[in-house]
Structures are given as C-alpha cells and as structure tokens.
C-alpha cells in the first residue's frame, strides 16, 4: 500500500489550539484519526488529545498487520475514548466532562471505513468527484435533513455549533459507520474540522487537491482557510 500524507492544524485566532490529529500505519493497514475539542467546554484539548491517543495505541496492539474488523475496531475505540473522558473528569473532580468531536479511518485491503461523532468530517474523492462522506451531528445539519435551509447556509448559520453527539458528553454518543469503500488508485481522503470545511466549499477544495500534488496544494489551503 503506498500513499501520501499530508497533516497540519492551526490555531487561526483562538488562543489554544483544540485540535488534535495523527496517524500510523503497520504493513497492510493505516489509520487516520482526528478530533476538535468543544470550545465552550472545559478542557477540550485534554478531550481531543484522549481520543486521538487511544486511537493510536489501540491500534499498534491490534493491527498485527491488520485488523480483523475495522469498524468494530473504530466503534469500540469511540465508545472507550467517552468513558475515558468520564473517568479523567472524575479523577481531577472535574465540574464537567471535556468533550470533543472525532473522526476516524482505516485503508486496508484496497477499502476504506470510517466513524465519526459530531462535526468533523470525512470526504472521499475521486477524481474530483465527491463519493462519500460523513454528515454532521448537528443542529444544522437536522435543518437541512428537514428542507428549512439549504447546504450552503451552513457555514455560516447562527447555530452552527451546536451538535448533538459528541464524546464526553451526558448521553452515549451517537456513532455513524460507513459502509466498507473501494478505493482506486489516486483517491483523496480529507479528514477536517469545522475550522476548514466552513471556510472553504467542497468543489473549490476538490478542484485544488485534484489539479496539482497534494503536499503542494494542502498547505495552500490551509493558509488560505485560516486567512479566511
């Protein structure tokens, strides 16, 4: 299996970046995890950086090279990452639980699989095409399910923040699970916060990534996401 990565996370204007991503990969399977710690909670980076870790360490013990059910694997992993914020919140006596969105991948075997709680996002791309993605655990999203505004309102909706799942939250998280993806050759898959999906429209973001090399494009992108 060979690819390209290409990773990065700003701050923009906030005064703690809440953003944790990463990646790892054993011979035949790779995995890409991110997560956008909730700003209007305590603690949300210690939310994202408990995620993403537990991602990475559950699996270097159990990709051994790959995984024998990767969206078990990445199910069980969000579920395990929730209870760990509840045990971290009432181990320093906490008044609330950090919370925080994930989103998760695995390539293996020619596929793809992904999971994801809240507001981060997930696309596949080929050739310029949007062929999957993940839909959003939020209020706006159930707006547009309900034909009340448009995708395009999105970014820019005075309730765009307002999710309802999340890992640390009150309730168990709502977990969404793709269907097992081919993949081809030069496919793109984009993993993101809200910091760039509601900055920069999809069919400007594809047109970019598919026109010239990635590791030349995406940090153009992002330079322009945070100018934006």
């Known amino acids: 299996m060979r690819f390209t990565i290409f990773q990065e996370s700003r701050k923009g204007a906030r005064e703690v970046n809440q953003d944790r991503i990463a990646y790892t990969y054993s011979r035949e399977t790779l995995l890409l995890v991110i997560a956008d710690g909730m700003g209007g909670h305590l603690g949300g980076e210690i939310a994202a950086q408990i995620a993403v870790r537990l991602f990475i360490e559950r699996f270097q013990q159990e990709a051994k090279p790959i995984l024998r059910n990767p969206l078990k694997f990445m199910q069980e992993t969000l579920l395990r990452a929730h209870a760990a914020l509840a045990s971290y919140a009432s181990q320093f006596s906490m008044l609330e639980t950090p919370r925080t969105t994930c989103v998760a991948a695995i390539v293996q075997g020619n596929h793809a699989y992904w999971a994801h709680v809240g507001d981060s996002r997930l696309y596949l791309l080929r050739q310029g095409k949007l062929i999957g993605a993940t839909k959003d655990h939020s209020k706006v999203q159930y707006l547009v399910d309900q034909g009340i505004i448009s995708p395009q309102d999105v970014p820019t909706h005075p309730d765009r923040n307002k ?66």
Do not use: H
Request: proline share 8%; glycine share 6%; net charge negative.
């Open 163 to 228: 999710i309802f799942s999340c890992l640390g939250g009150a309730a168990e998280p709502v977990i969404d699970l793709s269907k097992r993806m081919p993949l081809a050759n030069g496919d793109i898959l984009i993993l993101c916060t809200d910091g760039l999906w509601s900055v920069y429209p999809m069919r400007e973001m594809s047109t970019m990534l598919t026109s010239t090399p990635i590791l030349t494009t995406a940090p153009q992108i992002m330079r322009e996401a945070e100018a934006r």
